[in-house]
């Protein structure tokens, strides 16, 4: 089956430091990504769609200066946290679906996830 | 704004038991429903989807079913382990070019031996 790879699986870093976390579709190729921040006993918010070869999309409220989307592949995307904060701590899944983009009847397949935590 | 819920945060049964997991949805447009397994620190795992052109679904222990009328969905687990505690989530898509998903809630599932 698809399979995700996120890394890494936990992070701690000082504030005002940047953190790059990095999702690769590991048999399959994804022209869209989409990156997840998930609070403590809550449900998962949509951030942003990571587009190969194009911007990303930010949902509404997310900062894109603070949250830096790179899609440079078919299987690999980046999200770099920058100058983080304490308020930045929080659980980043990202997630990719197998098939064209716009095909959207069919499953995400997400990664294990980045436990961010900036003291 | 339109959004994916569920009734029971946390759902407790004994091992062995079956449980149902149920889920609300208000966008009428969404037409395709995914059920994902969250374990503590994981990412989610995919159990199942159904089309809105199908009413139930099954796969091996669980079974989903889908209400448009009420616009309820749910989750049916058969014969729990211990294996199965986790969260739960239900999401949708409704299309019109949006690919991300909108999940509900959640739901602990919690199997007692």
């Known amino acids: 089956g698809a399979v995700v790879s996120q890394h890494p699986s936990r992070v701690i870093c000082k504030s005002g430091t940047s953190v790059k976390i990095e999702c690769r579709s590991l048999d399959f190729q994804a022209t869209t990504m989409f990156w997840y921040r998930q609070f403590p006993k809550q449900s998962l918010m949509l951030m942003a769609t990571s587009n190969e070869g194009s911007k990303a999309t930010y949902e509404q409220g997310v900062e894109k200066d603070k949250f830096l989307i790179n899609h440079a592949s078919l299987t690999l995307s980046t999200l770099t946290v920058t100058s983080a904060h304490p308020e930045d701590s929080s659980f980043y899944i990202c997630s990719a679906r197998e098939g064209r983009t716009g095909q959207y009847n069919s499953p995400l397949h997400f990664g294990n996830g980045t436990r961010l935590t900036v003291t | 704004g339109e959004s994916v819920g569920l009734h029971l945060p946390t759902l407790s049964v004994q091992e062995g038991d079956n449980s149902i997991i149920n889920c609300a949805y208000s966008?009428?447009?969404?037409?395709?429903f995914i059920w994902y397994k969250q374990e503590s620190g994981k990412g989610p795992q995919f159990i199942i989807d159904?089309?809105?052109?199908?009413d139930k679904r099954q796969g091996q222990r669980v079974t989903v079913l889908l209400n448009k009328t009420v616009k309820h969905l749910s989750l049916q687990i058969a014969a729990t382990q211990p294996g199965d505690s986790a969260v739960y989530f239900c999401a949708e898509n409704s299309g019109g070019g949006a690919d991300g998903l909108t999940f509900g809630k959640g739901t602990h599932l919690i199997i007692q031996p």
């Open positions: 159904i089309r809105s052109n199908m």
């Open positions: 966008n009428s447009a969404s037409d395709y």
